[in-house]
């Protein structure tokens, strides 16, 4: 508990979970579409099952990346004319992750530049199983975790207690998302540029992570290493954008 004594460790638990709830609101409409094909009676009690599942999935597989990250010893040494790098199992897992954060967020701020829009697709329930909504929502979650878990590596990557700052984030945001589901997610709606906000977050965090796996595996490009980005710059990036959105929200509201 002594990590909870310092300032850093706060700072990203803050923004671990804030980014978990972005990143949770496509999650929330996706499960929604799942739950409206159902009953009426049976809706809530669908969305709140499936939150409640998505947090098991984000949990479990916390553990399994977090495991692949502890593997430090390099399997595979790389060295040409011009580069040299010794691949490890936290090395590639970072890399990939980055890579992965990288498209995700790219794909997603051009559906939402042509406008895509999910509640048409909402708007037309159709009567189905419970059981299969349920089978949908576990696939969905699944699918929906993974940038999620490389966000939450990628933020506390080299803290220490990292897995428990992940495992608490993930727990407050898919609580916080139960309680308001419907109110984030009309929220973020009224306000899209929230979320465009925390997918540029994503990108600069495939970033980091990009450089932090060639970093740990002393990747070397012409005999120059590559270094790290301090997490305290993106902390630094992050807090400051969120303080203009803040105001910037104000400001269209007033008007």
């Known amino acids: 508990m002594e990590i909870f004594a310092h300032a850093d460790t706060w700072v990203a638990l ?24 159902l009953p009426e009676n049976q809706v809530k009690k669908a969305t709140i099952l499936g939150l409640a599942l998505a947090m098991i999935t984000r949990i479990i597989l ?12 390099p399997f595979l040494e790389i060295e040409t004319g011009w580069f ?27 559906e939402k530049m042509e406008g895509t829009n999910e509640d048409e697709v909402i708007k037309s329930p159709k009567k189905i199983s419970f059981t299969s909504v349920i ?16 966000t939450a590596v990628g933020m506390t990557n080299g803290v220490d207690g990292a897995l428990i700052i992940m495992v608490i984030a993930v727990i407050v945001s898919i609580l916080i998302m139960m ?8 929220f973020v709606n009224r306000n899209p540029t929230i979320q465009m906000l925390a997918l540029s977050f994503l990108i600069l965090i495939g970033f980091m992570l990009i450089t932090e ?13 590559v270094g790290a980005i301090p997490k305290g710059y993106l902390y630094f990036a992050i807090a400051f954008s969120l303080g203009v959105e803040m105001l910037n929200l104000r400001i269209r509201k007033k008007k």
């Open 135 to 150: 089978i949908q929502i576990i696939l969905i979650d699944i699918v929906f975790s993974f940038d999620s878990i490389l």
């Open 84 to 110: 040299k790098t010794g691949l490890t199992g936290q090395s590639i897992i970072l890399f990939l992750g980055g890579l992965f954060l990288l498209y995700k967020s790219t794909k997603e701020i051009r």
């Open 213 to 225: 796996g060639a970093h740990l595996s002393h990747t070397e490009i012409f005999n120059k290493s």
């Open 179 to 186: 309680v308001f589901a419907n109110s984030i997610s009309s």
């Open 62 to 73: 916390l553990f399994g990346v977090s495991y692949l990250i502890a593997l430090k010893d």
């Open 14 to 37: 803050l923004t671990l979970t804030f980014l978990e709830i972005i990143l949770g609101i496509d999650n929330i409409i996706f499960i929604s579409i799942s739950a409206n094909k």
